[in-house]
Structure formats: structure tokens, C-alpha cells
């Protein structure tokens, strides 16, 4: 495990989660430079051979083990959520959904993930396709779609909840805030949301 610094904020690189064979020191440089790109420029100018030059790096070796820059920027942005985004174990629902929105307004409420979440809005001069960002989406739910899992083992979801839609349900409106104010998210809006979405989705 190795850590990088962005904007004075730690990014950790779990080596177990990434692909095999990459040495640690080239994955810290290479992500402390895809992380620099993109918050200075977001998804629609993350350029590669930019980065490289940029940031003093063999391209060949960012090439050997990432293949091409939509592969390079979907792990860096699943090394960010993952690394400050663990999906919360309280025992219940309605307190999970409470430390999940308060987790990800944190998120959000830090410069650079308010950056990084920016990076992903869709834009006619993507230079990735938005399956990329959609790749980060789904496996980004994956993780989080624990909470509901051991709830609904645990009897308390109603049935039909489509998981997808509950965690959009929590995720959704802090993002759109995040995207479309500089303000930060205020613990008792995260509380608000999660009220909400613990009444559409527990089971009475």
C-alpha cells in the first residue's frame, strides 16, 4: 500500500486491488500525476503524453501497464473513491444511510474530490466515452451496494427496492449540490437525505 499526496491530501493505492506486476513506485508516480491532471483539467483534456511531459514520466512505462489513458484514468478515479469511501457497518439502515451521506458529502466537501466529481460531468468534448465514467459508476455501487445487501438480509428493506435507485437515492442530491455550488454540504442536509431515502426504501 502506498500513499500520494494531492493538494495536501493523502490518496492511498492498494497494490492488492490494482493490476499485478505494476512496481509501487512507478503506480505512486503515475497516480500522483493522473491526479494532478485531473483536477487541474478534468476528464475532457486528460491527456497522456500531456501528463508524461508534464510530469517527467516514461511514457512507454505508463503504456506497458495501463494500456491507454481511459483505463489510467478509471483506476486513479476508483483508488480516489475507494480510499475515502468505505461502506458503512452501523447495524442498521437508517444510521448506515446517515454515515453514507455524511461520508460522501466529506467527499465532496474536500477541494479535490469536489474537482474530481466535476471531471466526470458528461461534455460533448469528452475525450472518453461515457463508458468509462459509467465503469466508474457501477463499480463504485458495487461497494456501496453492501449497505443495502446486509440490510435486506437483515429484514429491514421493503420488497422491490431496486438497489441501483437507493443508493441514487442518498448519492444524487449531494453530488448535484456538490456540482452546482461551492458550498460546502452541511451535515444536517446529509441527515435530511438520508431520512428520506430510509422512508422510501425500510420496510414497516
Keep these: 500500500m502506498d500513499t500520494a499526496r494531492v493538494g495536501g491530501r493523502a490518496i492511498t493505492t492498494d497494490a492488492?486491488?490494482?493490476?499485478?506486476?505494476?512496481?509501487?513506485?512507478?503506480?505512486?508516480?503515475?497516480?500522483?500525476?493522473?491526479?494532478?491532471?485531473?483536477?487541474r483539467w478534468g476528464l475532457e483534456r486528460f491527456d497522456v503524453p500531456t501528463m508524461c511531459a508534464r510530469h517527467k514520466i516514461d511514457e512507454s512505462v505508463v503504456t506497458k501497464y495501463w494500456g491507454d489513458g481511459s483505463r489510467l484514468a478509471l483506476e486513479a478515479l476508483l483508488y480516489w473513491?475507494?480510499?475515502?469511501?468505505?461502506?458503512?457497518?452501523?447495524?442498521?439502515?437508517?444510521t448506515d444511510l446517515q454515515a453514507l451521506a455524511t461520508a460522501v458529502a466529506e467527499q465532496v466537501n474536500d477541494t479535490v474530490g469536489r474537482s474530481l466529481l466535476r471531471a466526470m460531468v458528461v461534455d460533448d468534448r469528452a475525450a472518453f466515452a461515457d463508458d468509462t465514467r459509467m465503469?466508474?459508476?457501477?463499480?463504485?455501487?458495487?461497494?456501496?451496494?453492501?449497505?443495502?445487501?446486509?440490510?435486506?438480509?437483515?429484514?429491514?428493506?421493503?420488497?422491490?427496492?431496486?438497489?441501483?435507485?437507493a443508493m441514487q437515492l442518498v448519492l444524487a442530491?449531494?453530488?448535484?449540490?456538490?456540482?452546482?455550488?461551492?458550498?460546502?454540504?452541511?451535515?444536517?442536509?446529509?441527515?435530511?437525505?438520508?431520512?428520506?431515502?430510509?422512508h422510501a426504501i425500510a420496510k414497516r
Design 173 to 198: 442530491p449531494i453530488n448535484v449540490r456538490a456540482l452546482y455550488t461551492r458550498e460546502p454540504i452541511a451535515d444536517h442536509y446529509c441527515a435530511a437525505i438520508a431520512d428520506l431515502a430510509w
Design 81 to 94: 473513491s475507494n480510499d475515502v469511501l468505505t461502506p458503512p457497518d452501523t447495524g442498521s439502515l437508517r
Design 16 to 39: 492488492e486491488s490494482a493490476d499485478a506486476g505494476v512496481p509501487e513506485d512507478v503506480r505512486h508516480a503515475v497516480m500522483t500525476a493522473v491526479y494532478d491532471e485531473l483536477t
Design 135 to 165: 465503469a466508474f459508476w457501477m463499480r463504485r455501487f458495487a461497494g456501496i451496494r453492501l449497505v443495502f445487501d446486509r440490510a435486506a438480509a437483515r429484514g429491514e428493506l421493503r420488497d422491490g427496492v431496486d438497489t441501483i435507485a
